[in-house]
């Protein structure tokens, strides 16, 4: 009788479904589930944190407890198969301890091939005709590339309809790069204006959620018609109903809409283009002049500022924070698609040490030279730091940038603390937004034996980062001292916007 374990099946129903990385955290059973899957040959990750892996049973879109080992191959398919089928998400699988280490009969096993790729729609031809009547007819036409986009892999289909149509487009946070962020007809630097005044917006895989205010003023106009195009039909609608509902794949329903608005030109001289480009200069004159500050601590603008600048255009932005990730998205350019990775819709924080780890074993498994820069919040780094641990352990060049303003928001800084402390218990006085002064993240990951850099000048900062883009053997986390106060502006604006979070 040939005898498999729990183990082995699940690993080896893994391995048919093409898997090729696991990534884990050990403990009895699974220490037999990742040796097992390393004998099948998929490379196995230990990690240090596993708070992402609990969240996965509760927002998974499948989730199951195979009955019995015999169940194991069918249900790591129908698991892989679910995540990749419509709506892309994760999906869950419970094994129960005591079944990794049992063994049975191998013919007694159904074993199930990898899953067919996903199947591919297209919207209905009279939506279409609908969504182009509408973009013919629109005076302030927008596209918003969201993530769905970058998911499709539809970037050359995209392409072509912002330049066939010559219609201005924003992308979400994760939605950046499907089209460069220096395209002509990217207006993200008049993002307000463009949301707020557009007649028509086309909605390529993006949900109206609050990340795009919900579609609703006084950030959108109440008039607002919507081409909505995503595969999940219950997304259709969601919040402000869709004038045009373009139910399909997005790289498919596109070149629909490329086949029926034929030569159709939104004019360049138009008075739309006129408004957009006027708020666009003036809002990068404003950010020019903030970037260029030379005072000491450095603002937000001028760190982000000099680390574009030495930045490769083909690296991998992996970003968690508040006013870090706000300020860097606007600041940093991608280029390229699927090259942004953050907080994400929840504004998880925690995530990006285990993205960018992800991101790396891919680089290192393909050899390619693309750098890994994962930029960090003072406080975002404190939830998932240990992994800098996990990156030493395999060799990943990861390049850390904690922009470090002393808190959450804002800070102190160390002369105010010290005085803060002569005055009484801190539990009672530290304003709850300040972390401790000064925070000297940069040796967490000395300890390790990677590359500690503490940076307070913007020469330090070239200099530090240039190093650690020329070591591609081991990571970098530059510990960037910025002022504490820098974000003020941004506070205030948070504050505002959980006012709103509170009013609905
Ligand atoms: P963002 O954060 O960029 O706004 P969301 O996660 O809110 O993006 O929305 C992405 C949307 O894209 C989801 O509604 C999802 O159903 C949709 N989507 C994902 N993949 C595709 C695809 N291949 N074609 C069409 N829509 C897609």
Not at 40 to 58: F, H, P, W
Not at 233 to 262: K, P
């Amino acid at each position: 009788m040939d005898e498999v374990t729990g183990a082995q099946l699940i690993a080896e129903a893994l391995k048919s479904q093409n898997v090729e990385y696991m990534f884990g955290i050990v403990g009895v059973p699974i220490i037999e589930v990742a040796m097992a899957a390393q004998a099948a040959g998929i490379k196995y990750v230990g990690m240090r944190n596993e708070q992402a892996v609990e969240a996965c049973r509760l927002y998974s879109k499948f989730s199951a407890r195979p009955s019995s080992l015999e169940m194991i191959p069918a249900v790591v398919e129908k698991a892989v198969r679910s995540s990749i089928y419509g709506r892309p998400g994760a999906t869950y699988i419970d094994i129960a301890g005591d079944m990794v280490n049992a063994k049975i009969d191998r013919a007694s096993v159904r074993f199930v091939s990898c899953c067919p790729a996903p199947p591919v729609s297209q919207a209905d031809s009279r939506e279409i005709t609908q969504a182009v009547r509408l973009l013919r007819a629109a005076q302030r036409p927008l596209i918003i590339i969201g993530k769905g986009a970058a998911y499709a892999r539809a970037e050359k289909e995209v392409r072509e309809l912002v330049e066939v149509t010559g219609i201005p487009f924003l992308p979400t946070p994760m939605g950046k790069g499907v089209l460069s962020d220096d395209h002509p007809n990217c207006v993200a630097a008049a993002r307000s204006r463009a949301l707020l005044q557009a007649d028509v917006i086309v909605l390529l895989g993006a949900r109206l959620n609050w990340i795009l205010h919900f579609g609703f003023p006084p950030r959108f106009s109440p008039h607002v018609k919507i081409i909505q195009v995503d595969l999940c039909a219950e997304e259709l609608s969601n919040n402000v109903r869709a004038a045009s509902a373009l139910l399909g794949d997005i790289g498919a329903v596109v070149r629909q809409l490329l086949e029926t608005v034929r030569s159709w030109r939104f004019p360049s001289d138009s008075q739309w283009w006129l408004t957009l480009k006027e708020k666009m200069t003036a809002n990068a004159q404003i950010s020019k002049s903030l970037a260029l500050q030379s005072t000491l601590p450095m603002n937000y603008y001028t760190a982000f500022h000099h680390i574009s600048e030495l930045l490769p255009k083909d690296c991998i932005i992996v970003s968690e924070g508040a006013n870090t990730m706000d300020i860097g998205r606007t600041m940093l350019l991608n280029y390229l698609p699927r090259h942004r990775l953050d907080a994400g819709t929840f504004g998880t924080m925690g995530v990006g040490p285990g993205f960018a780890i992800a991101a790396a074993v891919l680089e290192q498994t393909q050899k390619s030279a693309q750098r890994v820069v994962c930029i960090e919040g003072d406080s975002a780094f404190g939830f998932s730091g240990m992994e800098v641990e996990t990156m030493c352990r395999y060799k990943l060049p990861i390049i850390i940038i904690v922009i470090n303003n002393n808190g959450i928001y804002s800070g102190v800084d160390p002369e105010t603390w010290k005085e803060m402390e002569k005055m009484g218990d801190m539990t009672t006085i530290a304003p709850p937004v300040t972390l401790l002064p000064e925070a000297r993240y940069e040796q967490v990951m000395s300890a390790f034996g990677g590359r500690g850099y503490l940076v307070r000048t913007v020469e330090e900062l070239r200099s530090a980062l240039q190093e650690s883009l020329d070591n591609t053997q081991m990571p970098s986390l530059l510990n960037v001292l910025i002022d504490p106060a820098s974000d003020l502006f941004n506070y205030l604006q948070a504050s505002r916007i959980s006012t709103y979070f509170g009013a609905i």
